[in-house]
């Protein structure tokens, strides 16, 4: 069994739709997948049809936007409920604040680079979640940079000086929201220092005890002294080791199934589903 249980569509930054999400995590020979857009439930009905269409076991997920201080944190919900209203309001209140923060980033590049708002809502289309890397698209549209992630190292690094910090829930309360709705938190790359700032491990023994189930942590992000680091956190909280891909379609080198979730550890997940 080839599970992968981190993916986006273009509901929020990845490329394709949930559809074609599916198709290609059929290509590549997944038999679970996760669909995981930041801060929204938009793609899952479709994504599910697909999914069934194709005998693909299909995992409705959020990629949760959180924080810890001044610190970013993305935690995943694995299976919440959609019609789950207390996080629902925190969902719609995140990505309201992510619009306004994107506009001033957009408002601080322009001071360098020839960009304007107008670009960043072409490269969201429909999108539910408009962010950084619509920024970073329409950069590279402007043909100021080649890759998205060219972008992201150079203009949209959380230490750049066009960064602006938003709302986003404290983590423990994203965590408790995330069970309370029935769902399975799992702290997506929790140890990947290139984009920002990490949380200490003590943040993770406190998330241990608030309901965190398991740990991101065999992820493009993460090198082996940092996934040997959080697999001891793991056995040492009694949390469950993941690995996903963090697909985002052309926008990112990430590839589907380049990382992987066991079997067991994705039963043990499923037998904490509320």
Do not use: C
């Amino acid at each position: 069994m080839r599970i992968d249980l981190h993916s986006h569509s273009n509901v929020s930054d990845g490329t394709g739709t949930p559809a074609q999400v599916m198709r290609e995590a059929a290509d590549a020979g997944l038999d679970v997948v996760a669909l995981t857009d930041h801060d929204s439930v938009g793609g899952w009905e479709e994504a599910e049809a697909e999914a069934a269409r194709l005998g693909l076991g299909f995992v409705p997920g959020i990629e949760v936007s959180a924080r810890d201080g001044r610190v970013s944190i993305h935690m995943l919900a694995l299976w919440p409920r959609p019609d789950d209203a207390a996080l629902a309001e925190i969902l719609a209140f995140t990505r309201e604040a992510r619009v306004g923060r994107a506009q001033t980033i957009v408002d601080r590049i322009s001071v360098d680079y020839l960009i304007e708002w107008d670009d960043v809502v072409a490269q969201a289309g429909d999108a539910a979640t408009v962010g950084r890397p619509h920024i970073a698209d329409a950069l590279v549209a402007r043909g100021h940079f080649g890759h998205r992630d060219e972008v992201f190292a150079e203009v949209l690094h959380n230490r750049s000086r066009y960064y602006v910090h938003h709302y986003a829930p404290e983590v423990h309360d994203a965590v408790r929201a995330i069970r309370s709705a029935g769902g399975v938190p799992v702290f997506a790359h929790p140890g990947a220092h290139a984009r920002g700032r990490v949380v200490p491990d003590r943040v993770i023994a406190s998330l241990a005890k608030a309901g965190l189930a398991g740990l991101e942590v065999d992820h493009r992000d993460h090198d082996e002294e940092t996934r040997e680091r959080l697999a001891g956190l793991v056995e040492k909280h009694g949390l469950i080791r993941t690995g996903s891909s963090d697909y985002h379609g052309t926008g990112k080198l990430n590839r589907l199934g380049e990382n992987l979730t066991t079997v067991e550890a994705f039963d043990a997940l499923l037998a904490q589903r509320g």
